[in-house]
């Protein structure tokens, strides 16, 4: 069965202060792998699409990476806006069904 | 351009009760997917409709029920509501069945007392 775990649970940062998100996944055949940000209260906002590993998108102070087995979210350089809750997901081939992980919190601290 | 818009944005029921949540897509979105999401949770996926038929289904019981509209707008129905029922539901669309990134709406409130 597919399955996502997204590690720690909660991250605390200074202003500044670069970090990673992790997020391990196991699918029968991955479709894509999606990174999300999520305000408190809110929808989800589509931030990436890993399709193949080795594969890397950027936006502003994000990066994601992509593995046969993990995907990374990078933050370079943090700011107090970047406080969220960042959700990793995949599509395998197995249907057209979307499984999410709980979620990492981001605290970044001015 | 609007996005995917859900409504209402808060409901309070009483368990035994029925609810219908509503959805537009993003224009130009065929697909719709709902998702119940508990606090401190991500998303679990509930179903998906596509030309007004259901996809497929998440592990949901039969009191979760959708439609979906010529317009492809959707709608989802819980009926005999349980205090477990209570939850942020968020509706999704894709541009195309075969395209795999989902815009979210900003979900409904429900909570069941």
């Known amino acids: 069965e597919d399955q996502v775990t997204q590690s720690p649970e909660a991250l605390r940062l200074q202003e500044g202060e670069s970090s990673s998100l992790n997020c391990s996944y196991t699918v029968s055949g991955l479709r894509g792998l999606f990174w999300y940000r999520q305000d408190p209260g809110k929808g989800p906002e589509f931030l990436f699409t890993l399709y193949s590993a080795g594969e890397e998108k950027e936006k502003e102070r994000l990066k994601a990476t992509l593995t046969k087995k993990e995907s990374f979210l990078h933050i370079t350089a943090p700011k107090p806006e970047d406080s969220a809750t960042y959700l990793c997901a995949v599509r395998g081939t197995g249907g057209f069904k979307t499984i999410f992980g709980a979620g990492t919190r981001l605290f970044v601290k001015a | 351009d609007a996005g995917v818009t859900q409504s209402p944005t808060h409901l309070i029921k009483t368990r035994g009760q029925q609810v219908t949540l509503r959805c537009s897509p993003k224009?130009?979105?065929?697909?719709v997917s709902w998702y119940q999401q508990a606090l401190g949770q991500g998303p679990q996926f509930i179903f998906q409709?596509?030309?007004?038929?259901?996809?497929q289904r998440g592990n949901f019981p039969d009191r979760f029920s959708g439609h979906q509209f010529p317009n492809y707008s959707s709608e989802l129905n819980v009926n005999a509501l349980l205090l477990g029922d209570s939850a942020l539901y968020l509706c999704?669309?894709?541009?195309?069945?075969?395209?795999?990134?989902?815009?979210f709406g900003p979900g409904t409130r429900l909570t069941v007392t």
């Open positions: 999704a669309s894709n541009p195309t069945a075969f395209t795999y990134e989902q815009y």
């Open positions: 224009s130009g979105h065929d697909t």
């Open positions: 409709y596509y030309e007004e038929e259901e996809r």
